[in-house]
């Protein structure tokens, strides 16, 4: 068995979902990393009627840097912007009305610290897909870990490495397949079978 460093995410790419749920890895969930911008640490992205969308929490900029002390700001109501982007995405889409409550949840948690908001958003991600993935949290920074590290993996700027089929997607007659969105768009597009889907993706290592 072999253990998997990995990042916490906002609503993670479906790619995320393929390492994090083989069962022939355990996780652990890095929280004491530097907090990298521009991640999907903080961002999800959807398909949105003009393309790829992205979502993205706003953080307080109060000087801390480790990931599990960023706190999320709420100047703005970004979770009722997220949800009613998510709505207008997917409410088209063939199984979003049959999880529509669930994902509801996600946009009535409110916690201070961005990882615990992510933590808890899995929670309810893992029981639409109807999974209870163990995982632990690491407890130090180490630089090089003993874990297979999948820290820099996923970038939310550069198309994704793994390998996928395509699927049908609420938008996809406009712009084509958008690879590798957030699991939001899978779950809605897929229903039922977004868990066989997941585990054919080939993976990384």
């Given at each position: 068995?072999?253990?998997?460093?990995?990042?916490?995410?906002y609503m993670?790419?479906v790619?995320?979902?393929?390492?994090?749920?083989?069962?022939?890895?355990?996780?652990v969930?890095?929280?004491?990393?530097?907090?990298?911008k521009?991640?999907?640490?903080?961002?999800?992205?959807?398909?949105?009627?003009?393309?790829?969308?992205?979502?993205?929490i706003?953080?307080?900029?109060?000087?801390?840097?480790?990931?599990?002390?960023?706190?999320?700001?709420?100047?703005?109501?970004w979770?009722?912007?997220?949800?009613?982007?998510?709505k207008t995405?997917?409410?088209?889409?063939?199984?979003?009305?049959y999880?529509?409550?669930?994902?509801?949840?996600?946009?009535?948690?409110?916690?201070?610290?961005?990882?615990?908001?992510?933590l808890?958003?899995?929670?309810?991600i893992?029981?639409?897909?109807?999974?209870?993935?163990?995982?632990?949290?690491?407890?130090?920074?180490?630089?090089?870990?003993?874990?297979?590290?999948?820290r820099?993996?996923?970038?939310?700027?550069?198309?994704?490495?793994?390998?996928?089929?395509e699927?049908?997607?609420?938008?996809?007659?406009?712009?084509?397949f958008?690879k590798?969105?957030?699991?939001?768009?899978?779950?809605?597009?897929?229903?039922?079978?977004?868990?066989?889907?997941?585990?054919?993706?080939?993976?990384?290592?």
């Amino acid at each position: 068995m072999q253990n998997i460093l990995l990042p916490v995410f906002y609503m993670p790419p479906v790619s995320w979902f393929s390492v994090f749920l083989d069962a022939e890895k355990e996780i652990v969930f890095e929280q004491f990393e530097s907090f990298p911008k521009q991640t999907y640490r903080n961002r999800a992205n959807i398909y949105g009627a003009n393309g790829k969308l992205s979502l993205i929490i706003p953080i307080n900029h109060n000087g801390k840097r480790e990931t599990k002390d960023i706190e999320i700001s709420y100047r703005e109501d970004w979770r009722n912007l997220h949800w009613k982007s998510i709505k207008t995405a997917y409410q088209s889409s063939p199984y979003f009305e049959y999880y529509e409550d669930k994902f509801r949840k996600i946009f009535d948690l409110k916690e201070k610290f961005l990882l615990d908001f992510n933590l808890k958003g899995l929670e309810v991600i893992q029981q639409i897909l109807k999974t209870e993935k163990a995982h632990s949290l690491n407890e130090e920074y180490i630089r090089n870990p003993d874990e297979i590290n999948f820290r820099e993996k996923f970038s939310a700027k550069n198309p994704s490495e793994f390998e996928m089929d395509e699927y049908y997607q609420t938008f996809s007659d406009k712009f084509g397949f958008l690879k590798d969105l957030s699991i939001l768009d899978l779950v809605c597009n897929k229903g039922p079978e977004s868990l066989v889907y997941i585990k054919k993706i080939k993976q990384l290592y």
